[in-house]
């Protein structure tokens, strides 16, 4: 089984900068994180292979967000940079797989980190 913790979100201006880590437990491969906004579905916003070699973005956030991995911490982290408004949610990092250049959640969950954008 897959255990996942998310940390680091809260409370910053627009154009500011967080860093979110997920520490993980278990047998893990390819990463992701997602996002989830009141009344909307969540979304993938970023997924990393297992080796931290290739990394995709959703449109929305490429250039100001950076998934990355230290696979000797087991843990996963976001950067997110020039953040805006809209990418006030609460984010998940999730295990999933790659097949070719498609990436695949599986369901396993944390229990998400509060990011809130002031304008």
């Known amino acids: 089984q897959v255990q996942l913790v998310e940390s680091g979100g809260g409370l910053v201006q627009a154009g500011g900068s967080l860093r979110l880590s997920c520490a993980a437990s278990g047998s893990i491969n390819a990463m992701g994180w997602s996002r989830q906004a009141p009344g909307k579905q969540r979304e993938l916003v970023a997924s990393i292979t297992r080796g931290g070699y290739s990394t995709n973005y959703a449109d929305s956030v490429k250039g100001r967000f950076t998934i990355s991995r230290d696979n000797a911490k087991n843990t996963v982290y976001l950067q997110m940079n020039s953040l805006k408004p809209e990418d006030t949610a609460v984010y998940y990092c999730?295990?999933?797989?790659?097949?070719?250049?498609?990436?695949?959640?599986?369901?396993?969950w944390g229990q998400g980190t509060q990011v809130t954008v002031s304008s």
């Open positions: 999730n295990a999933g797989y790659y097949r070719g250049s498609n990436y695949y959640t599986l369901n396993y």
